[in-house]
């Protein structure tokens, strides 16, 4: 539990709270180009998801794109923009938009496809034009798992934004890396404690915004959702069994 | 290119220890959260704590997690148990969910008709529930070894070494096919990987080859999209 101490000791410590590089100043940094790499990634990715969930077009491409560029290593793009660009903000910045984009991209058509079809189509029955469908009806229901992609995300860039220290002057990682160098455990475990924090804090606010973005016409009829339900209607008795097509 | 020429031993070497980080986490992982996400799963109350639980450690960043682990377990920072332990938490905060879906994607009527049949609670388990869950289970698994794989590479920032130190090396000495490399040695992996438990999958569950589109199998593929 020494270590622990240590880390404590060097979160109390007033001389790390002021001045250039402080604690406050290291979490604004982390918070800003989060901030700023989550804006250009939802502006690329979350009209694209919205397009395809909507249309149907271009499905598979989205899929392959949002699962194949989770293998990329993060490491490996942060250090490889660190090379081409340089010092500086620029590389983390573009390396944390090309990863913040499959999770928002997923997120976006999953919750345009979510939506039951038959009320798309009352929606268009009833008169709606494309835009209104998109706009009030798919958006609305939708939105849960659209947050649900923006947190994923969120969380993503948060712990990439951390190891981003490794290759630019930025954020709470650098404590960690400058612990690391000098071999001082207290100011890493310091930085890590920090992060996890941030983190918590974050995909808390994320857990809020998703509960209260639910429709309240869709949380009214919840609970009865809660358990699975047959993927298949129940024989019923009387009545032959129809397999496949039912609907 | 010349580097790659001169260094193939090196990637070579570098990908033997990648695999053993990430083969013994992807398998501890899995074999730790089966029986979670079954809990979660027949219980309803420890749904919602353990699920939570799941959540929140998913939410930790990685880099911090293993400064923050020898704390805990009195391990050295670049001693490669760590890293191992912190990919495998990932990997169980990834597959608890998973395999909470798969258990619930085995129809109530299908249990019912074990159950009927004479089956105990331990031999439904093992003879229905379980390969029945299976396609999802798979699904998860796949999720979770591309993630760890990628993920392992993270160690080489503490000193952990791996295909990472490729991309530690390569910054520092500027050496960009360096980093291009291990990038592309990291993909191979994570690929070679997976195909190798799509084709255990097959290997285990026959009844899966013939792509029947059944309930199983629909919830598979969303599990699959929805993590991607």
Redesign the interface.
């Given at each position: 539990m020494n270590?622990?101490l240590d880390?404590f000791a060097w979160l109390a410590d007033p001389a790390n709270w002021t001045g250039p590089g402080s604690i406050p100043q290291r979490i604004a940094e982390h918070l800003w180009v989060s901030g700023v790499v989550l804006v250009i990634a939802s502006a690329i990715a979350l009209p694209i998801g919205a397009l395809v969930g909507h249309s149907g077009r271009g499905r598979e491409p989205a899929?392959m794109i949002?699962?194949g560029l989770?293998?990329?290593?993060?490491?490996?793009?942060?250090?490889?923009f660190?090379?081409?660009i340089g010092i500086g903000l620029a590389a983390p910045v573009i390396s944390l938009v090309i990863l913040a984009i499959?999770p928002l991209l997923?997120g976006a058509y999953?919750g345009f496809e979510s939506v039951d079809r038959r009320t798309i189509d009352a929606a268009r029955a009833m008169g709606m034009r494309e835009l209104q469908v998109v706009g009030k009806v798919e958006l609305p229901l939708g939105m849960p798992i659209v947050v649900g992609g923006i947190r994923s995300a969120t969380?993503q860039i948060?712990?990439t934004a951390?190891?981003a220290a490794?290759?630019a002057d930025e954020g709470l990682?650098r404590f960690?890396?400058t612990g690391?160098k000098t071999r001082d455990?207290g100011e890493?475990?310091g930085?890590?404690?920090l992060?996890?924090l941030l983190?918590?804090v974050i995909?808390g606010c994320f857990?809020l915004t998703q509960r209260v973005v639910v429709p309240a016409g869709v949380r009214a009829t919840r609970t009865a959702e809660l358990r699975?339900r047959?993927?298949?209607p129940?024989t019923v008795v009387g009545r032959p069994n129809t397999e496949g097509n039912q609907e | 290119m010349n580097w790659l020429w001169s260094n193939l031993d090196l990637v070579g070497e570098l990908m033997l220890v990648h695999l053993a980080l990430s083969v013994p986490a992807i398998i501890l992982s899995f074999v730790i959260s089966v029986p979670i996400g079954w809990l979660a799963h027949r219980y309803r109350w420890s749904r919602g704590v353990l699920l939570s639980i799941c959540g929140l450690l998913y939410a930790i960043p990685s880099l911090a997690l293993f400064i923050a682990l020898p704390a805990f377990t009195g391990l050295s920072l670049r001693s490669p148990v760590n890293l191992v332990i912190a990919l495998t938490l990932y990997g169980i905060a990834v597959i608890v969910r998973t395999s909470a879906d798969a258990f619930d994607s085995v129809e109530r009527d299908i249990r019912q008709s074990a159950t009927a049949v004479g089956y105990s609670a331990t031999g439904r388990f093992w003879g229905v529930e379980l390969p029945l869950a299976g396609p999802v289970l798979l699904s998860g698994l796949r999720v979770v070894i591309v993630s760890t794989v990628s993920l392992a590479t993270v160690g080489a920032v503490i000193g952990v070494q791996s295909l990472g130190s490729l991309f530690t090396d390569g910054f520092q000495r500027g050496i960009q096919v360096e980093i291009i490399t291990g990038i592309v040695a990291t993909i191979v992996l994570a690929l070679g990987l997976d195909a190798l438990s799509v084709m255990l999958g097959r290997l285990l569950m026959p009844w899966t080859r013939r792509g029947a589109s059944n309930g199983r199998a629909a919830a598979a593929r969303r599990v699959r999209e929805e993590t991607a």
């Open positions: 270590l622990f880390a899929v949002s699962g989770r293998a990329l290593p993060t490491l490996g793009v942060l250090t490889l660190g090379i081409w499959p997923a999953a969380l948060i712990a951390t190891l490794y290759i990682g960690i890396f690391l455990y890493m475990l930085g890590s404690i992060v996890i983190a918590l995909d857990a699975s047959p993927t298949r129940r | -």
